[in-house]
Every structure is written in C-alpha cells, then in structure tokens.
C-alpha cells in the first residue's frame, strides 16, 4: 500500500499540474473512441498498450475478457456495453486477450479452479470456447494449445457482442466496428483478427472488422 499512496502523492504534486487542462476538460464529460474490453490480469495496461490519455478508452475488465451473451446474464458486462455505445456513442469495441492468461488456463483444465466455486461460475461463459478446443485442438498442448484457447476466446466473444442490442443495431447501421486482439506480453506485439485471412496476424495497419460471422478460423502461432 505504501508505494500505491506514494505514487498518489507523485501525482498531485508533479503530474496532475503539468496536465490540469486536460482534467478540467475530463470534468465537464467524456468522449471516449472505443470500448476497450480486456482481461483483469494485472500485467495488462490498456493506455500504455495504446498509448492513449485519460478520457480516450472506455475500458470493460473482468477474468479472461468475457462478454456474456445477453440472453444469458444481463449484468455489469452487459450494463457498461451499452453505455459505452448507446450512452457515449463509441465506434470500436475492442475484445483483446493476451499471452499466459490464467483464466484461459482455467478453460483448458477446469479441475484447477475446484477451489473457486465463483470463477468456475463466471467460466461457464467461456463453454463455447471450451467446446472449439476439445473439438479441433485436440493434438496441442501447453503453450500452443493455451494460445489457441486465447484466440478462440476472443473470437468467442466477438460473436456473443452480437447478441447484445445496442451492437446489433450500431453493426447492422454500419457505425460500429468489432475488432479482436490478442497481446503477447513477452514481446509487446498485439495481433489482430483479420476477416480476410481468418488468421490472427501482427497489428501494422487499421483495417475495419464490422462481422465474424461465418467465420472460419485458421490461426497462426503468436
């Protein structure tokens, strides 16, 4: 806690002068570009990934960057999409994993989370994914198979966004864009789904993503 309560004091004292016109303007309301939905996992920052100031992200967290179908649990997820669309007006949402996630871990071994009965729960949202492994990974294992769990998962949860109205609508109108990303933590690299290969490639342009319907996922080692 000492170091969280220092670095506060850091802040008031060198940094928040230096940038007070930039927080006077975030008082009067926000902006934001995108919804940025990601994992918990500590080792992930949002605005240092990319590069972006207070007010720019909207940014969703939970355990392994679930997106709950909206028939199926209307809650905090569901609650923040729509605000983050129907409320601010973005145009992207983001759904990003990354590298070594534990909750994707979970995925591939349920037995491990035995313990904690609440993260078993919020997994069940994740049985889509489960599913696509057991189906088509079977011949991975390790760090390749857990890759292909992050993948899919992101995917995975593309598709659950449509089921929720406000996307359905912004998708349909052609003002809003899903795009997935999976960020590898040891190289600093993300990759971006591109519909056009159906592969996960290295993130060096912007492309549109508005759909992965249909999709047919051949994803490449990251």
Not at 178 to 188: A, D, M, P, Q, R
Request: glycine share 6%; aromatic share 8%.
């Amino acid at each position: 806690m000492q170091k969280l309560i220092e670095g506060i004091h850091h802040f008031q004292n060198t940094l928040f002068g230096s940038q007070r016109k930039l927080f006077e303007r975030l008082a009067q309301g926000q902006s934001p570009e995108a919804l940025f939905i990601t994992c918990s996992d500590s080792r992930i920052n949002p605005n240092l990934l990319t590069q972006t100031e207070p007010g720019e992200l909207f940014i969703l967290r939970n355990a392994g960057n679930i997106v709950p179908r909206y028939d199926a649990f209307l809650g905090a997820e569901a609650a923040t999409i729509e605000f983050a669309v129907a409320g601010l007006g973005v145009k992207d949402i983001i759904v990003c994993g990354h590298s070594h996630c534990g909750a994707m871990n979970a995925v591939i071994d349920p037995a491990s989370t035995q313990h904690l009965p609440a993260l078993q729960q919020w997994l069940s949202h994740t049985d889509s994914t489960r599913q696509i492994i057991t189906e088509k990974y079977a011949d991975r294992n390790g760090e390749a198979l857990l890759m292909a769990t992050i993948q899919e998962n992101v995917l995975a949860q593309m598709e659950n966004l449509h089921t929720h109205p406000v996307v359905a609508s912004g998708l349909s109108k052609g003002e809003l864009r899903l795009h997935g990303w999976v960020y590898k933590i040891e190289t600093g690299e993300v990759f971006d789904y591109d519909l056009n290969t159906c592969q996960f490639q290295l993130l060096t342009e912007y492309r549109n993503e508005i759909s992965i319907a249909n999709r047919k996922p051949n994803q490449v080692e990251i």
